[in-house]
């Protein structure tokens, strides 16, 4: 059962990073490469009424973009306001279902002949293209590396072309992952009319519990050409059997107002047969206000189905800017 959650979490965050659907140069990136650059302001926000929804739904997703990296939801058409339906969701069925055609422990461990070995698998995608993975692992270390190349590899109307880099290590004696990590450069990324192009690494930690994932990474929105960086944003993510809480930290760039620190003061619930959150509490923190203290913006879940915002836009400590019930659904 472990095996299977950590192999849902590898691609889990692979299309977490290659939203909706992806292509793009080899891997290696690093959140600052060649292809894209954030040229935005990198000065601490001060979040007022005007830029709180932006900064908290930005960060709940990885940026005002059509398609999102964050860890649940996505704005769609690059406009800011009511966060969409939960593409976190959507992206691990579609990553489950690949996973059922490749078995990635098998791949990198379980076959090796000798101390070190390369083997190579081809999966496709159920609407059409494939993916070709190649990885090299040693047998009495447990170390692998290799790549995974995306060829229009469409799963559940989610399309993916590119390259990413793979590194990580197995337990030799339990064929579970301890470490993973991929890169990548230059991946775009397309579902319906949402498209983008990322640049930077994912990796995961398998000995705490629950697992950890962090990520850094330049997001661009391909419509407006804006780029969005997310920089040490790290998901924890604790499985049950109806439901999964999710924990963010880290910060997040917005190019028009500056960074933000990110936290979850209340774990995002989400259940398996629902598309949205049903509970938990997002939290920005900005520059100082004026009466001394952080200006911060706070999403806090209400039901499955509805959302709000509030900012304290003087750093007093008290939310004195509400943007009323918001519908998950409204986009």
């Given at each position: 059962m472990k095996n299977l959650r950590m192999k849902h979490l590898v691609l889990a965050i692979l299309l977490a990073v290659s939203l909706p659907a992806c292509g793009g140069g080899g891997g290696g990136g690093d959140g600052s490469t060649a292809g894209i650059s954030y040229t935005g302001l990198?000065?601490?926000?001060?979040?007022?009424?005007?830029?709180?929804?932006?900064?908290?739904?930005?960060?709940?997703?990885?940026?005002?973009?059509?398609?999102?990296?964050?860890s649940l939801?996505?704005?769609?058409?690059?406009?800011?306001?009511?966060?969409?339906?939960?593409?976190?969701?959507?992206?691990?069925?579609?990553?489950?279902?690949?996973?059922?055609?490749?078995?990635?422990?098998?791949?990198?461990?379980?076959?090796?002949?000798?101390?070190?070995?390369?083997?190579?698998?081809?999966?496709?995608?159920?609407?059409?293209?494939?993916?070709?993975?190649?990885?090299?692992?040693?047998?009495?270390?447990?170390?692998?590396?290799?790549s995974i190349n995306f060829n229009n590899y469409c799963e559940?109307?989610?399309?993916?072309?590119?390259?990413?880099?793979?590194?990580?290590?197995?337990?030799?004696?339990?064929?579970?992952?301890?470490?993973f990590d991929f890169s990548f450069d230059n991946v775009t990324c397309t579902m319906d009319n949402d498209s983008m192009t990322l640049n930077g690494n994912i990796s995961f930690d398998n000995i705490v519990s629950p697992p950890t994932i962090t990520m850094t990474m330049l997001l661009q929105d391909n419509n407006t050409e804006k780029v969005y960086k997310v920089k040490d944003y790290t998901m924890t993510l604790t499985e049950e059997a109806s439901y999964e809480d999710v924990e963010v930290s880290g910060t997040y760039f917005d190019p028009d107002y500056g960074y933000v620190s990110i936290s979850t003061t209340t774990p995002l619930r989400i259940y398996y047969y629902d598309d949205y959150p049903s509970g938990g509490v997002i939290v920005v923190t900005g520059e100082t206000g004026i009466a001394g203290g952080s200006t911060m913006a706070r999403l806090t879940v209400l039901t499955s189905t509805t959302y709000q915002i509030e900012a304290d836009t003087n750093g007093d400590g008290t939310y004195d800017w509400n943007s009323g019930d918001l519908n998950w659904s409204d986009i």
């Open positions: 990198t000065t601490q926000a001060t979040i007022d009424e005007n830029n709180a929804e932006d900064l908290v739904t930005g960060a709940y997703q990885g940026g005002q973009v059509g398609a999102a990296i964050g939801g996505a704005i769609q058409a690059g406009e800011s306001g009511p966060v969409g339906y939960s593409r976190m969701l959507k992206v691990s069925q579609v990553l489950e279902g690949s996973l059922r055609q490749v078995d990635l422990m098998s791949i990198s461990a379980g076959t090796f002949v000798g101390a070190v070995d390369t083997e190579s698998d081809t999966i496709y995608g159920d609407c059409g293209g494939s993916a070709s993975i190649t990885i090299s692992g040693d047998d009495q270390t447990g170390d692998f590396s290799g559940d109307g989610v399309t993916i072309s590119g390259d990413m880099d793979i590194s990580g290590q197995l337990d030799v004696n339990t064929e579970e992952l301890i470490e």
